[in-house]
Nanobody, 125 residues
Framework: QVQLVESGGGLVQAGGSLRLSCAAS????????MGWFRQAPGKEREFVAA????????YYADSVNWRFTISRDNAKNTVYLQMNSLKPEDTAVYYC??????????????????WGQGTQVTVSS
């Protein structure tokens, strides 16, 4: 497993932007699939975006497609989530996750074996 620490959350007005970062410990970060999930109050955790270990494949939830972009810098052991055109419904705690096995369906939460503590994103109307 790896340790994951998210940062970059905060309060932003609708239409604004934020960039979340997830710093990972461990020397094998480059071999991990990485994902972002979110959980709003009273709702179940939902998939947001994911990126394969090589960054050759990315996946997005329909609700964030064309607004959010996931990327990774393996030299810095960091994965990012650029969030543009934010909406109040994007308000949630955002979690970073790491999947150590390859060939997984990265849009599914049970594919991941390490999770961060989460960072709050609040979008005001």
């Amino acid at each position: 497993q790896v340790q994951l620490v998210e940062s970059g959350g905060g309060l932003v007005q609708a239409g604004g932007s934020l960039r979340l970062s997830c710093a990972a410990s461990g020397r094998t970060f480059s071999s991990y699939g990485m994902g972002w999930f979110r959980q709003a109050p009273g709702k179940e955790r939902e998939f947001v975006a994911a990126i394969s270990w090589s960054a050759g494949s990315t996946y997005y939830a329909d609700s964030v497609n064309w607004r959010f972009t996931i990327s990774r810098d393996n030299a810095k052991n960091t994965v990012y989530l650029q969030m543009n055109s934010l909406k109040p419904e994007d308000t949630a705690v955002y979690y970073c996750a790491a999947a150590s096995r390859t060939g997984l369906r990265l849009w599914l939460g049970h594919s991941y074996d390490s999770w961060g503590q989460g960072t709050q994103v609040t979008v005001s109307s």
